[in-house]
Nanobody
Framework: VQLQESGPGLVKPSQTLSLTCTVS??????????WSWIRQPPGKGLEWMGA???????YYDPFLASRTTISRDNAQNTVYLQMTSLKPEDTGLYYC?????????????WGQGTQVAVSS
């Protein structure tokens, strides 16, 4: 499975961020896969933002839930992240991630990440 993130790079404060994760080598509806967005602010650790499951159910970090929406397009095999009311502290490297635990096997995949800077 390969994951490729894409996005605008630079966003102004208060605007909305939209990122795309294009998936190849596997279907986003394959059972037991969870497709997550994870970010890393400069100089800090990884922060899980939320996920969409193979079933379409979504899960969010409670501190980001009010500003975050994760969705998908099954036909395009693509997962999306939308984040509203951006702040400078939302600056960071944003990763798309996939994982599955099935039949005693753990699969784990990362995209290369896309840089997001929030600045006027």
């Amino acid at each position: 499975v390969q994951l490729q993130e894409s996005g605008p790079g630079l966003v102004k404060p208060s605007q909305t961020l939209s990122l795309t994760c294009t998936v190849s080598g596997g279907s986003i509806t394959t059972k037991y896969y969870y497709w997550s967005w994870i970010r890393q602010p400069p100089g800090k650790g990884l922060e899980w933002m939320g996920a969409i499951a193979y079933s379409g159910n979504t899960y969010y970090d409670p501190f980001l839930a009010s500003r975050t929406t994760i969705s998908r397009d099954n036909a395009q095999n693509t997962v999306y992240l939308q984040m509203t009311s951006l702040k400078p502290e939302d600056t960071g490297l944003y990763y798309c991630h996939a994982d599955r635990y099935y039949n005693d096997r753990a699969d784990d995949y990362w995209g290369q990440g896309t840089q997001v800077a929030v600045s006027s």
